[in-house]
């Protein structure tokens, strides 16, 4: 089964003011620099772990529903806005929210779908893409992510900010407190 997640708009976390802070530099010169390392250093660590650091909504498509469990594999996860799905007639169909269970995990675990104990995963119209999840995922702000996570993205936009070709020892040995274990 092919999952195939898309990325909903979003808007970059304004963390410039708490990295000056971090990296104790007091002067506005290099405020857009700082800006553009900062996403970089977010995009990084996300490709990196699969944890959403600033939350959006994500789109994960299925050929068709699996026989267990439904995994979301971007933490973490806070919501799951609808499950969609082409029926056996090619129509278009949500399945209602009272048919299915959902764990939501937490940013070291997936979130999980399934149906109740008394259902079934509806029959699809056995194409491509005929199953799609919408949920939101990542942290509201800066104060609701872990300090390890934090840290993380921070100290490699140091490294980009001092001109480093990569991430430095530190950052690698923060990354590596940081989870990850899904992609690993």
């Known amino acids: 089964m092919r999952e195939r997640y898309t990325d909903g708009a979003l808007t970059e ?87 299915y269970v959902v764990d939501i995990g937490d940013a070291t675990h997936f979130a999980r779908i399934m149906p109740e104990d008394s259902e079934f995963y509806p029959a699809t119209d056995d194409g491509l893409a005929d199953v799609t999840v919408t949920y939101v995922a990542g942290y509201s702000d800066i104060t609701t992510m872990p ?22 020892e530190k950052t690698q040995a923060f990354l590596s407190g940081c989870g990850g274990w899904q992609y690993a």
């Open 13 to 99: 976390p304004s963390w410039r003011d708490d990295f000056k802070l971090y990296a104790r530099i007091e002067f506005e010169q290099h405020d857009d620099l700082i800006t553009s390392h900062l996403k970089s250093a977010r995009e990084w660590f996300e490709r990196h772990t699969g944890i959403v650091t600033a939350q959006r909504t994500i789109t994960l498509t299925l050929d068709k529903f699996p026989h267990g469990v439904i995994e979301l594999k971007h933490v973490p996860a806070s919501s799951v806005t609808s499950v969609g799905y082409v029926d056996e007639n090619g129509d278009s169909q949500t399945w209602l929210a009272s048919k």
């Open 147 to 168: 300090r390890r996570f934090r840290d993380t993205i921070f100290s490699y936009a140091e490294d980009l900010y001092n001109g480093m070709p990569g991430p430095s």
